[in-house]
T-cell receptor, first 112, second 111 residues
């Protein structure tokens, strides 16, 4: 069966520090992968998505970047965190067109 | 204009009530439509896909209106356990991979 791993579950980082969140998927090949951010009480904002290795589409210009070094690995990074980067970060995958998205358990990031 | 829009609510209803949510989308090339449920501080999970002919799953009914570019979710006989945030999601045709969510509608069912 397919599973998605996202870690860490919670993270507290100082302003100006770097960030690396990793997401890996098991049990499927060539998934579409997504990073979303959800601010408190708000909806899911699409940050990046990828349809294949090395293919990254960015939705919102910001202080973050994404990479897909392997088929089932998606990484969200920042060189210097801002207070506004705080939020609930969710990784998701879709196996084929028109099928549901499965989410990781999310990382709750607080920038202090 | 946002690509996918929902009324954030909250919708406060008594147990047993029928409640309906709408979600509008701006891109006519949108291909697939979904409703997700998100509990507080948890990840979203698929509630149901939305098909052109409409579909029903127990107390939940989803409908698509392509002409007016909206989808709807109807919940009958609301239960306390239905309290959650309901998110609509839209993908675009051509396997661009883009999957957009609305901001969610919060439902609170009260005894």
């Amino acid at each position: 069966s397919q599973t998605i791993h996202q870690w860490p579950a919670t993270l507290v980082q100082p302003v100006g520090s770097p960030l690396s969140l990793e997401c890996t998927v098991e049990g499927t090949s060539n998934p579409n992968l997504y990073w979303y951010r959800q601010a408190a009480g708000r909806g899911l904002q699409l940050l990046f998505y990828s349809v294949g290795i090395g293919q990254i589409s960015s939705e919102v210009p910001q202080n973050l970047s994404a990479s897909r070094p392997q088929d089932r690995q998606f990484i969200l990074s920042s060189k210097k965190l801002l207070l506004s980067d705080s939020g609930f970060y969710l990784c998701a995958w879709v196996g084929q067109v028109n099928t549901e998205a499965f989410f990781g358990q999310g990382t709750r990031l607080t920038v202090v | 204009r946002k690509e996918v829009e929902q009324d954030p609510g909250p919708f406060n209803v008594p147990e047993g009530a029928t409640v309906a949510f709408n979600c509008t989308y701006s891109n006519s090339a949108s291909q697939s439509f979904f409703w997700y449920r998100q509990d507080c501080r948890k990840e979203p999970k698929l509630l149901m896909s939305v098909y052109s002919s409409g579909n029903e799953d127990g107390r939940f009914t989803a409908q698509l209106n392509r002409a007016s570019q909206y989808i709807s979710l109807l919940i009958r006989d609301s239960k306390l356990s239905d309290s959650a945030t309901y998110l609509c999601a839209v993908t675009y045709s051509g396997n661009t991979g883009k999957l957009i969510f609305g901001q969610g509608t919060t439902l609170q069912v009260k005894p």
